[in-house]
């Protein structure tokens, strides 16, 4: 796992519900990488679009044939549709692993591993940050998923063969794999990801309610700032109802404490407090510089972590890793030999490595670094 080695395809076929800008874009991805993808949607209009890029992706017609005998298989549908996609491709492709994009995990895991039963080791929840404002196969873009981070939520029960599968999806297209437990992504993006959703829309509504027949003159004057924060706003409206509905007691925090805020801010600016209000910009502006800083390119050392035979092992070892703030930047599997039961090899930042030392041994595991911190 050196950082100059290219990531090996993973093994297909892939078979991918949803031909959306997520599902055909990974699609797109992993066919420029020499997989084998099978793709499904149900509406015919965007089967017949994703055939018109002919990239070289088999398009079908059912989802059982898409799925039939595959070796890894996708949902790029909505929360609320991924465990009856799930459970009608544990039925078709018995062998393979199972995982989805969606952009709630908690639920969805609850209700796959009802819909799975006993394939529920299986699966590994997954959501790619990584989308646009626009939507349908006609916006998808191979690169899409390059550089982003793609969160991957194994479970107690997780098979370590079905996370090493999405692991090597996810490495392929050129993400990087973040392993968090699943209220813990939920939580996140709820901030993140949710409630900029909703920010962008309201001050869309609201600028549009304010602009009335002065529209042009108005986005003539509006500057990349707005351009930028209402962008998000364009977004289809379906998905977001059935991803909010999915995460709405997260949701519902962050608005709140949004909203708190800006009652702040309303206060503030009706007083003319100037001193509060300097006090909440010099606040934000360090916290944007601490929140989003700039992107270096940092050396990396693997840690490798001796599994037990057990159920959950895998899950384990990353929830300690994530506890100490540390994240996974890749990971992979040496399977097991006549003398051991395999590792799981870790790939971190160096500046990180001895906190996830510290906590792996902590939490009863003896993790060895291998790995050069300068390369």
């Not at 009802?114 to 529920?120: D, E, I, M, S």
């Not at 349908?136 to 194994?154: I, S």
């Amino acid at each position: 796992m050196s950082a100059a080695t290219t990531p090996a395809a993973p093994v297909g076929p892939v078979a991918i519900c949803g031909g959306g800008l997520i599902g055909a874009s990974l699609a797109l991805a992993l066919r420029s990488a020499g997989t084998a993808v099978r793709v499904t949607d149900r509406d015919p209009a965007v089967r017949a679009a994703l055939a018109a890029r002919d990239a070289g992706v088999t398009i079908t017609a059912s989802w059982e044939e898409a799925a039939a005998d595959a070796a890894l298989v996708v949902a790029a549908v909505p929360p609320s549709a991924v465990p009856e996609v799930l459970a009608e491709a544990a039925a078709a492709a018995p062998a393979a692993a199972l995982t989805d994009v969606a952009g709630v995990k908690a639920p969805v895991a609850v209700a796959v591993a009802r819909a799975l039963g006993p394939a529920v080791g299986r699966y590994v929840g997954g959501h790619p940050m990584a989308g646009s404002e626009r939507s349908g196969p006609d916006a998808a873009d191979p690169g899409l998923f390059t550089g982003a981070t793609w969160v991957l939520t194994p479970g107690e029960g997780t098979e370590d063969t079905a996370l090493s599968a999405v692991g090597a999806l996810v490495r392929v297209v050129g993400a990087r794999v973040l392993v968090l437990d699943a209220p813990t992504h939920d939580t996140t993006v709820a901030l993140v990801s949710h409630l900029p959703q909703l920010v962008a829309s309201v001050l869309a509504d609201v600028a549009a309610d304010a602009v009335g027949p002065e529209r042009d003159a108005v986005m003539a004057v509006a500057g990349p700032g707005f351009r930028d924060t209402t962008r998000i706003a364009a977004s289809d409206p379906a998905l977001w109802l059935d991803v909010l509905a999915g995460n709405r007691p997260a949701v519902a925090a962050a608005l709140a404490a949004f909203a708190e805020r800006l009652a702040e801010v309303t206060t503030a600016v009706g007083a003319g407090d100037d001193g509060a209000l300097a006090a909440l910009l010099g606040r934000a502006s360090a916290a944007r510089r601490r929140l989003v800083p700039k992107a270096l390119d940092a050396p990396m050392v693997d840690l490798v972590v001796p599994l037990r035979d057990r159920p959950g092992e895998i899950a384990r070892i990353a929830a300690a890793v994530g506890r100490a703030g540390v994240n996974i930047e890749d990971l992979g599997l040496r399977h097991a030999t006549a003398a051991d039961r395999g590792s799981l090899v870790l790939r971190v930042r160096a500046d990180a490595a001895e906190r996830a030392e510290a906590a792996l041994a902590a939490d009863g595991s003896r993790p060895q670094r291998v790995g050069d911190p300068t390369a």
